[in-house]
């Protein structure tokens, strides 16, 4: 009796031990199961913030009023063809790829008077700014700081210099010829309120400024790489 009672006590110890040595086991595996996916930086994630920089120039139409009261007087007739050049840069934020800030500084200038206006705004790009043909509006405040260079009467004028804030609208594309360097084309519109008065006498006559048609052309760099918006064409909820 005492014999058989050993032979149960060493069986149960065995399989405690058995028990005791599985759950061990498992209780390494579970850690190794448990540990979640570190998920990739996506491309847009990785990509450094793109930056555009921009140079154009080319032909520029100023639309300009005259005016008189109390009779009149020679009062050159202003210079309405010019050239414009404008400069500035795009920059790209968290908050959208297509709706980006800028910044410029542009000069129109005439034979006889030019206007500089700074200016800053936000451009709408219609495709993915990764695209080669990318087509643009855009839409600016600035401030135009005016002067004649030539009295547009034989008399000093009133106001030789002057200054107005500007609103400028903008469409066109940027046409990519490798990663870095584009080509751009542009249609400006800068509208303001400039006037010019002059005085002989009892008579008046006044230029007023209103507003410039651009037509550009010029080169964009980027900086930094402009990553494709991250797909996920499997619908896994994981991007590709």
Do not use: C
Request: proline share 5%; hydrophobic share 40%.
């Amino acid at each position: 009796m005492h014999t058989t009672y050993l032979s149960f006590s060493s069986r149960l110890a065995i399989a405690l031990t058995a028990v005791l040595s599985g759950s061990a086991e498992l209780a390494q595996a579970e850690p190794a199961q448990a540990e979640p996916a570190q998920s990739r930086p996506t491309q847009a994630e990785s990509a450094p913030p793109e930056i555009l920089l921009y140079a154009k120039g080319g032909y520029s139409y100023a639309v300009a009023r005259q005016s008189s009261a109390n009779g009149s007087f020679e009062f050159t007739d202003p210079e309405r063809n010019g050239w414009a050049v404008d400069v500035g840069a795009v920059f790209t934020t968290p908050l959208s790829r297509q709706l980006r800030p800028y910044v410029d500084f542009a000069a129109l200038v005439r034979s006889d008077r030019r206007m500089l206006i700074p200016g800053i705004g936000l451009r709408y790009d219609f495709l993915d700014p990764a695209e080669k043909f990318l087509p643009f509006i855009t839409f600016g405040m600035g401030y135009n700081l005016a002067r004649w260079t030539t009295s547009p009467t034989t008399l000093s004028a009133e106001n030789e210099q002057g200054q107005s804030i500007a609103a400028t609208v903008q469409a066109g594309f940027d046409y990519y010829l490798s990663e870095h360097f584009a080509l751009d084309l542009t249609l400006r519109s800068d509208f303001y309120h400039l006037t010019t008065t002059a005085v002989q006498g009892g008579s008046i006559r006044q230029l007023s400024d209103k507003a410039s048609l651009s037509a550009l052309g010029g080169i964009t760099f980027r900086l930094g790489k402009s990553a494709q918006e991250p797909q996920d064409t499997d619908g896994d909820g994981v991007f590709d």
